[in-house]
């Protein structure tokens, strides 16, 4: 009789401790994918590298993680990516920190996940850039008078700023934003009151009615 009431007690204290150690196990797993989930990052990656300086010169990744952020340089690797110039990827990576890192390397490792797209872009030259013309003008000083000037930016979030010269080739209409191609050319000797750089269109990309 005493071994029976043994056995029972060991399977009424086991019944009660099985819920616990489900949700124990429960909890336990949803802390390593949450874990695991914060490892990981999505990268967007630029059509070109640039000029950068770690330990020394080098060519660095341009990196950013939303499309309103800034280009940055990326003085690391992705292990598992293979770069090819002229597109834009979207990846998504986990980072891994590095015990006792080389004084001259990342504190981080990344490893590709997934790339998620790759993008062709078409290449610009040094000497032309892309800006979006704002569709009022402003009041504004150049020289020795007073004048309009479009409003100008580079990137949509990035504020406007005063353009005190004209873009050959394009004609403007108040009421409308432009996204325009342009050429910059550098004036030897340019008069006191204008601009060192001359400017013509190339391509109006977009003209958007506001």
Do not use: H
């Amino acid at each position: 009789m005493g071994k029976i009431k043994f056995m029972k007690s060991i399977a009424t204290i086991l019944k009660g401790a099985a819920p616990a150690l489900a949700l124990f196990a429960m909890t336990q797993c949803t802390t390593t994918a949450n874990a695991s989930a914060g490892d990981e990052k999505t990268f967007i990656v630029g059509p070109q590298t640039a000029d950068c300086t770690g330990v020394a010169p080098m060519k660095c990744l341009q990196v950013k993680e939303n499309t309103s952020g800034n280009w940055t340089n990326f003085y690391s690797n992705i292990e598992g990516f293979t770069y090819e110039p002229g597109y834009e990827y979207v990846l998504k990576v986990k980072t891994e920190k590095i015990a006792n890192p080389p004084a001259d390397g990342s504190s981080i490792k990344y490893t590709l996940v997934k790339q998620v797209s790759k993008t062709k872009k078409t290449e610009m030259a040094a000497n032309e850039k892309t800006i979006i013309v704002g569709p009022q003008t402003v009041d504004c000083s150049a020289g020795a008078g007073r004048m309009k000037c479009m409003q100008v930016k580079e990137s949509a979030s990035e504020s406007w700023t005063n353009f005190y010269s004209n873009i050959e080739g394009f004609t403007y209409e108040p009421g409308y934003e432009y996204v325009l191609k342009v050429k910059t050319e550098k004036i030897e000797n340019p008069p006191a009151d204008a601009s060192s750089i001359k400017y013509t269109l190339i391509e109006q990309v977009s003209k958007t009615k506001k």
